[in-house]
């Protein structure tokens, strides 16, 4: 079975980059026809899709945080990173990778069919 687990620190400074991992098992990165997604869900709000990378290494981006996101991966370790810069209040969250086998671009659980467990991030000084 597919499983994926969210690993970084817990708490970053304002205007800093948030920077988090998500290892992949019985699953390949690379060799998945998959999507392999960011989603963040604010305390109190819905799920925000904002970005994926593509088995060929293709990278996908949300509109409202292109300018700030980056998406990468390390092929050998089977992971996939997420990068947000210049971080405020309003990035505290639980940040989840998910896999998808189409782009869905959309915070609707049913459009994913493996999530990790969710890691929470605070940003505050």
């Known amino acids: 079975q597919v499983q994926l687990q969210e690993s970084g620190p817990g708490q970053v400074k304002p205007s800093q980059t948030l920077s988090l991992t998500c290892t992949v098992s019985?699953?390949?990165?690379?060799?998945?026809?998959?999507?392999w997604n960011w989603i963040r869900q604010p305390p109190g709000k819905g799920l925000e899709w904002m970005g994926a990378?593509?088995?060929?290494?293709?990278?996908y981006y949300s509109p409202s945080l292109k300018r700030r996101t980056s998406i990468s991966r390390d092929t050998s370790k089977n992971q996939f990173t997420l990068q947000l810069s210049s971080v405020t209040p309003e990035d505290t969250a639980v940040y989840y990778c998910?896999?998808?086998?189409?782009?869905?671009?959309?915070?609707?659980?049913?459009?994913?069919?493996?999530w990790g467990q969710g890691t929470q991030v605070t940003v505050s000084s």
């Open positions: 019985g699953g390949s990165i690379t060799s998945d026809y998959a999507y």
């Open positions: 990378i593509y088995n060929s290494g293709s990278v």
């Open positions: 998910a896999r998808s086998n189409v782009l869905k671009m959309t915070g609707w659980v049913r459009d994913y069919g493996y």
